[in-house]
């Protein structure tokens, strides 16, 4: 279901529906492939989304759609992301800095979820397909790590967050404020030649 914010943002909560529609065909190779179907309006949301972000965050982020393992053997990464922000650095040519700010705002979202050191989970709901029994896997994961809702933004919610976190950043100084400065020790008594051979 979605609905909109009073800031014009879309927010898609889950619920669950009877009955699972299943794509089951031969694909462009002639193989037979089956999985999910994935809501092609809610993705192309997604995507809307994503260009009025910066155009770094937007580069980011088909990077990280494009590194889902879907064919890995290891049930620990199939069907997620295994890459770190340095790699994406590199695969992207941007700095990491921008990196980390693109990841933490699809986190903020959330359209993905740091798993472990290495290893990301994006938002199946928006993005991952396999078979019927790991698709709903990945769901629950998801849904007991990140919760039953999240955020398509509208135009100005990327800079606003980015100025949200900004300001978040800045020291608090109190205005008007004169240091103190610590009193001066008074000097050392002179003491006499004569003094000092008694």
């Not at 100084?173 to 050392?188: E, G, I, Q, S, W």
Request: net charge positive.
């Amino acid at each position: 279901m979605t609905s909109l914010d009073r800031d014009g943002n879309m927010v898609v909560r889950i619920e669950n529906t009877l009955g699972r529609e299943m794509a089951s065909g031969p694909d462009t190779l002639g193989e037979h492939v089956e999985g999910y179907v994935i809501d092609a309006r809610v993705m192309f949301e997604v995507l809307g989304s994503a260009k009025s972000m910066p155009k770094e965050w937007f580069m980011v982020w088909c990077k990280v759609i494009s590194l889902q393992r879907l064919g890995s053997r290891s049930t620990s990464v199939r069907g997620f992301v295994k890459t770190t922000q340095r790699d994406l650095q590199k695969r992207c040519g941007l700095s990491l800095a921008s990196v980390n700010e693109a990841m933490q705002y699809f986190s903020s979202l959330p359209w993905i979820r740091p798993v472990k050191r290495g290893l990301y989970q994006t938002n199946p709901f928006l993005t991952v397909a396999g078979s019927s029994g790991e698709h709903e896997e990945w769901q629950n994961e998801w849904r007991a790590a990140a919760g039953d809702s999240f955020l398509l933004p509208g135009p100005g919610h990327a800079g606003e967050w980015r100025e949200a976190r900004r300001a978040a950043k800045k020291p608090l100084t109190a205005p008007n404020v004169v240091p103190l400065t610590p009193p001066r020790k008074a000097p050392a008594p002179r003491r006499t030649k004569r003094a000092a051979q008694a």
